[in-house]
């Protein structure tokens, strides 16, 4: 099926496959290796197919409910297989952005978790701009409000909190893209939190284990230095 999975996984394996697809994009870009390139093609056709009718992705690889965490998940793992010559159908791409600009609030630019309705946080809002820049959505009104409400929100100190390193995972990635006065009034402050908070074994802990928090701080901290080819603009 191309699907790649845990046993142990508490929601679904889909979270997991996004991030081994885009693990896999890596790789294939880096090495050209084609039993690389066999896996992450069956990994991109799995992707493609479970895309639901709104344009996102769920827990489960059926083309059923979705998730703004979710959709995250495959478009960047999409971006990068297209980034090493997969081919990756405009389709899909399009309605992926579809659904992520019906996930934000008009009220207030920030995202929520499903299209249905629900209030916006700063984690899904994060991942929300991202994936609008890694769909190739660089400019608009999506974008810009989207912006304004992740400074509001940290400036507030709103960005703290439950899944506070999640959010900055994918906000790091946003502010870095979106650049100038974004990215110079964001980073320093996340860098000094981050290295402020890391413990002296040089590990980071979280509610979700160190093993995660460590991986996401340290994403976080390579990314003026661009050291994998999704993060390069």
Same mark, same amino acid.
């Given at each position: ?39 992450? +093609? ?13 344009? %996102?992705?769920?827990? &489960?690889?059926?083309?059923? #409910? ?13 971006? /990068?297989?297209? &980034?090493?010559?997969?081919? +990756?159908?405009? #389709? ?68 703290? %909190? ?9 906000? /790091? ?8 006065? &974004? ?6 402050? +996340? ?43």
């Amino acid at each position: 099926s191309g699907l790649i999975a845990s046993q142990n996984v508490s929601h679904g394996p889909m979270y997991g496959h996004g991030f081994a697809t885009l693990f896999l994009g890596e790789v294939y870009g880096m090495t050209d290796d084609d039993d690389v390139r066999d896996a992450l +093609v069956k990994a991109v056709r799995l992707i493609v197919k479970s895309q639901n009718r709104e344009g %996102g992705w769920r827990y &489960h690889p059926v083309p059923y #409910e979705a998730d703004l965490s979710v959709t995250i998940c495959q478009i960047k793992a999409l971006r /990068s297989a297209r &980034h090493g010559g997969i081919d +990756v159908p405009k #389709e899909t791409i399009d309605n992926a952005i579809q659904y992520v600009k019906d996930c934000q609030n008009s009220y207030d630019g920030g995202f929520r978790y499903m299209v249905g309705g629900g209030s916006s946080a700063f984690p899904r809002s994060a991942a929300g701009v991202a994936s609008l820049y890694y769909a190739g959505v660089y400019q608009g009104d999506a974008v810009n409000d989207g912006l304004k409400y992740l400074e509001e929100r940290i400036k507030a100190g709103e960005d703290r %909190g439950g899944h506070e390193i999640y959010g900055h995972y994918y906000c /790091s990635q946003a502010m870095f893209i979106a650049g100038g006065k &974004h990215w110079a009034g964001y980073f320093p402050k +996340v860098r000094d939190r981050l290295i402020d908070s890391q413990s002296t074994d040089g590990s980071w802990d979280s509610a979700h284990g160190g093993d995660y928090a460590t991986g996401m701080s340290l994403i976080i901290l390579q990314m003026p230095y661009r050291l994998l080819p999704i993060f390069q603009r």
